[in-house]
DNA sequence: CAAGTATATAATCATTTTGTTATATAATCA
DNA sequence: TGATTATATAACAAAATGATTATATACTTG
């Protein structure tokens, strides 16, 4: 019996299977985002967020460029299920208030980028 | 940090991101089908099967009920995120070709109920 | 240059997961 | 009734996972 290969598909939702990388991904919809920033919105410790990343990066889900002292992540649009991807985040409830409200509270304490300054960037 | 709750999305991609799993979804997508059809089609073991069955069982994903001597399996139209599922299921490469394989070639050695009767039986 | 910031990574550990083997149960059949 | 079929489950082992602790690197700043 032949099965059409879904490893890359397996993949990916084993990615979304996890509730920290769900959220990451959610936030990284609305925004680029530094590790430090994720620190704060996922309540995680750093090696934690660092290496959640590293997994989705490999996957292909996500990238990253340095932008001044930061690594800023970003959902990737080269990915190869990228559509799907956005679908399937585009059904949870919208991150932009708790995205936006790092910035408006003082708990962005070590990272200045403005969010708005990452969406801006992103697109060029 | 508020977060919106995404357990229970978390859950259903967990079980999408095995390949077994994902599979066995696909298959029963195209009909309702008992532990043995799912032992070809997926080539596990009865115990490997039925385990994973129970797995999305318990997470709502699927529902069984008694037919004769078997046990069929189907998609819970009663899941909380039936809909998004359906929607993932579709993208992926269908699996009608297969599952109408096993009642046509010789492969179904021991449960003998047609898959259009499945199909049928779903229905009513 | 010393200190601090931002991030990555390695080692380790506890937990979870998945499969196998073995066994139980219920129904059917010869 | 004894054998077979269909399925479930428990016990166990192997593998994968996710987090923490500790450390490394690169950059910036006083």
New interface residues.
């Given amino acids: 019996?032949?099965?059409?290969d879904?490893?890359s598909?397996?993949?990916m939702?084993?990615?979304?299977?996890?509730?920290k990388r769900?959220?990451t991904l959610?936030f990284l919809y609305e925004a680029g985002l530094c590790v430090c920033d994720l620190e704060?919105?996922l309540?995680s410790s750093q090696p934690a967020v660092s290496q959640s990343l590293r997994k989705l990066k490999q996957t292909g889900m996500i990238t990253s460029h340095k932008h001044d002292q930061w690594q800023i992540y970003t959902l990737n649009k080269e990915y190869a299920h990228y559509d799907?991807l956005v679908?399937?985040l585009q059904?949870?409830?919208s991150a932009k208030e708790?995205v936006d409200?790092?910035t408006a509270s003082g708990?962005r304490t070590r990272c200045s980028i403005e969010i708005t300054e990452i969406r801006f960037l992103e697109k060029s």
């Fill in positions: 019996m032949k099965h059409p879904l490893s598909h397996a993949v939702h084993k990615m979304l299977g996890d509730e769900l959220h959610r704060t919105l309540d799907q679908q399937i059904q949870l409830p708790q409200e790092i708990l």
